[in-house]
């Protein structure tokens, strides 16, 4: 167990290295001068020295490779930068709004996840039978709205013409009651979004498993159908729907962007936002490295509870 960990800690060591210098290049592939969102365009044109002191004071005047490795250096030392566009730290900033879409994340993916697993496991024991293809055909259909076109139906319907939810944005008058008001509707998308996707994975998982010869073996044991489903199928379902879940954990802090845009969530989605309208390349970096961590932290980490479900995983290590 100990080999295996260690190997998967190296390859996801490289994977990150690689996907700094990429968290590094892509903010500055984006056509455009940060200069211009800062200053303005009148003044980037009239006022040339001044457009070369401030891009001196951001090092934005030195060649890509010593940008680069300042960027390191920064990193290594704890320092993610100032914003452009902010004039604060990008790690307080990315701080303050990774809070923000955590309150829908979470309880989001919670309520995706059991849904999704006890829905699937239930569904994929009686495929065939006339409501799990109703089942089914409900969930394909919501896997095929975008998530962002989820989110305006919901904020249509519920928010606008049933008035059973704000519209957007947040409020913390009223402390965590009013929270609560905002976050419900963004929560509800998401978890139903999520879902949609972690039902299927669980429904083939288990359908696959039920003729399996050991299913047949503990059938002859004389043990009830719902043992069989929770206690022995279930288990050896779990690994697929627990790699799709971890991926779903790292990209969840920023593939809420759209949902957070559409209601006017102060969340990662519409920072990143910000920061791509302004090309503020230091704070783009921090929310790129942000999502970067919780993808690899993700992946790692249904990499060891996956060695440690089926110790057969373990010795498919070099």
């Known amino acids: 167990m100990r080999r295996h960990l260690l190997w998967k800690s190296l390859r996801y060591a490289g994977s990150f290295a690689l996907l700094l210098l990429l968290n590094f290049l892509l903010p500055r592939c984006m056509p455009g001068d940060p200069l211009v969102h800062l200053l303005g365009i009148e003044d980037f044109v009239r006022f040339p020295e001044m457009v070369a002191e401030v891009r001196a004071r951001y090092g934005l005047d030195q060649s890509q490779a010593m940008q680069f490795a300042l960027y390191v250096r920064n990193l290594i030392a704890g320092d993610l930068g100032y914003s452009f566009h902010f004039g604060v730290p990008v790690a307080d900033l990315v701080t303050r709004r990774l809070a923000w879409t955590l309150v829908l994340v979470v309880p989001a993916l919670g309520i995706g996840g059991l849904l999704a697993g006890a829905l699937g496991a239930v569904a994929g024991w009686h495929s065939g039978a006339p409501a799990e293809r109703w089942l089914t055909f409900g969930v394909l259909s919501l896997h095929s709205v975008p998530q962002y076109g989820l989110a305006m139906l919901a904020l249509f319907v519920v928010a606008f013409h049933l008035d059973a ?154």
Do not use: K
């Open 165 to 318: 939810a704000p519209l957007s944005g947040l409020s913390t008058e009223r402390g965590l009651i009013d929270v609560l008001r905002h976050a419900l509707l963004p929560i509800l998308v998401l978890g139903l979004s999520s879902a949609a996707h972690l039902y299927l994975i669980m429904r083939n998982s288990v359908a696959d498993l039920r003729p399996r010869p050991f299913v047949t073996a503990a059938r002859g044991r004389g043990l009830s159908s719902s043992a069989l489903l929770w206690r022995h199928v279930l288990p050896n379902a779990l690994l697929p729907f627990l790699a799709l879940f971890a991926l779903g954990l790292g990209f969840s802090v920023g593939g809420a962007l759209m949902v957070e845009v559409v209601f006017s969530w102060p969340g990662m989605g519409t920072l990143i936002l910000s920061a791509v309208d302004n090309r503020d390349y230091p704070l783009l970096q921090g929310c790129f490295l942000l999502i970067t961590i919780c993808v690899l932290a993700a992946n790692w980490l249904n990499d060891i509870l996956a060695g440690i479900i089926d110790p057969r995983l373990r010795r498919l290590t070099p």
